[in-house]
């Protein structure tokens, strides 16, 4: 059985007394967590349990239902809601019962075991979502279409501003996506959504077609639209809807004409995109740096053998940096990951002579106090920034994924595969295999193991 660090909060933790005991007793470490919910939050910060087990029962406090339906808290750890009074669910606002689990009296450790991992596995399912949208989000920012993402239950996530206007739902986000994307197919009402039906099919998405949008004020605007599923191996994320309105005057022959050059068009510009994303690495690339497999940093020709670098916390500030690669991070969350369990002042000092080490190995030949090139500091933010001649494998991996999922949301699969296949020659390994373990890096592994 393995040992988690856990929370208790909610309904007089302090009178759990033999709960922690057996937790304990397992191996578990338990901490107990004040109820106001600002100080709540600020504790999970600090603390970054494994889960929370949040005791609430008829005598709970006021806040019970705020925090429970905060998913500013909620979505912070995994949160496991233990009722010890069936009758006082009936309290809760149906929000608060959208945590990772939820369990009743009487408790059972194996019980509370088997469901902190399961929360534990929701959350990071959770996580992988919030990651795909936001990749989906970014890579379909300049699509000249009408855009709608769901999430697996058909809620919508994210509308952009031409599929608001189409629709005419301001309020889209945590909708049913049939209520906001409603279509007349001509094959009546018991006729499956499209979003729907790409959940349900075999088949990763549909090609373009032809619909009738019915809008919020009871318009009808016939449109075209294509649905993609988004799925992660096995695990079905979510889909995508593009979609346009179709003018009059267009003709079947010209939407024809438009489809068979789509895919030359598409084959002359993947050229361009992918020397972009995809510099000559043996060419005049001043750093290179390679994240997967075995560790490589290479600046101005020179092997940089990190292995052998006196000071690991220098090795670690310089990973931390890459892995949010230009841009800030303050100075306390770097203290927070290299020294948990230092105060502030003793882990400024020793971050300072961290930096301090890591200028030098990146800057041997420049002198002491002007080493400040690639690591940029400001009002307690620094930065890891090689400019623009550098090669990252993971940043050249992640783009040339983004329009290959670009290329496959709008139809073009054959072009999407060409980016994939690209994507994967910069692949060679694990991302970072050195922090394999450190909770820090799992969200940015899982955006970079994706293959």
Request: include cysteine; charged fraction near 25%.
């Amino acid at each position: 059985m393995k040992a988690y660090h856990l929370g208790l909060a909610g309904s007089n933790p302090t009178g759990h007394s033999r709960l922690v005991t057996e937790l304990e007793g397992v191996g578990c470490r338990v901490d107990l967590l004040p109820e106001p919910p600002g100080e709540l939050a600020n504790r999970l910060r600090e603390l970054k349990p494994h889960a929370i087990l949040y005791m609430y029962n008829e005598n709970s406090s006021k806040d019970a239902p705020t925090i429970l339906a905060d998913e500013k808290i909620t979505s912070l750890v995994p949160f496991v809601l233990m009722v010890e009074d069936e009758s006082a669910v009936s309290q809760l606002p149906v929000q608060a019962l959208h945590t990772h689990g939820v369990l009743f009296h009487p408790f059972h450790i194996r019980q509370i075991i088997a469901m902190v991992e399961l929360a534990i596995h929701l959350h990071s399912q959770e996580r992988m979502k919030d990651v795909m949208l936001t990749d989906y989000v970014e890579s379909l920012r300049n699509v000249n279409e009408a855009v709608i993402l769901s999430d697996p239950l058909g809620q919508v996530m994210f509308v952009n501003e031409k599929a608001l206007r189409l629709t005419g739902y301001e309020d889209a986000i945590k909708r049913r996506v049939d209520q906001v994307f409603r279509v007349d197919d001509g094959k009546g009402e018991d006729s499956p959504h499209p979003v729907i039906s790409a959940m349900q099919s075999t088949l990763n998405g549909h090609g373009s077609f032809h619909t009738t949008l019915i809008t919020r004020s009871e318009e009808k605007k016939p449109i075209r639209c294509q649905v993609r599923r988004i799925d992660r191996g096995a695990t079905v994320l979510g889909a995508c809807l593009l979609f346009h309105e179709i003018q009059a005057r267009e003709s079947d022959k010209v939407e024809i004409s438009l489809q068979d050059t789509a895919m030359s068009v598409a084959t002359q510009q993947i050229v361009e995109k992918v020397n972009r994303v995809h510099p000559d690495v043996d060419g005049d690339i001043r750093v290179k740096v390679r994240t997967y497999g075995e560790f490589s940093l290479i600046i101005d020709g020179s092997n940089i053998e990190t292995n052998k670098w006196r000071s690991k916390k220098a090795l670690d500030v310089f990973c931390y940096l890459l892995l949010h690669y230009s841009q800030p991070v303050h100075k306390e969350v770097l203290i927070d990951f290299l020294w948990p369990n230092l105060d502030s002042h003793t882990g400024n000092r020793r971050l300072l002579n961290a930096i301090s080490e890591l200028r030098k190995y990146l800057e041997p030949g420049a002198k002491r106090y002007s080493r400040n090139s690639f690591v940029r500091h400001e009002s307690g933010v620094y930065r890891l920034d090689f400019g623009d001649n550098v090669y990252i494998d993971t940043l050249v991996f992640r783009e040339l994924v983004r329009n290959g999922d670009y290329q496959w949301a709008t139809g073009q699969q054959r072009v999407a595969r060409t980016f994939y296949l690209e994507a994967l020659q910069h692949k060679d390994g694990q991302f970072l295999p050195r922090y394999l373990y450190e909770r820090e890096f799992e969200e940015t592994r899982e955006q970079y193991e994706i293959s």
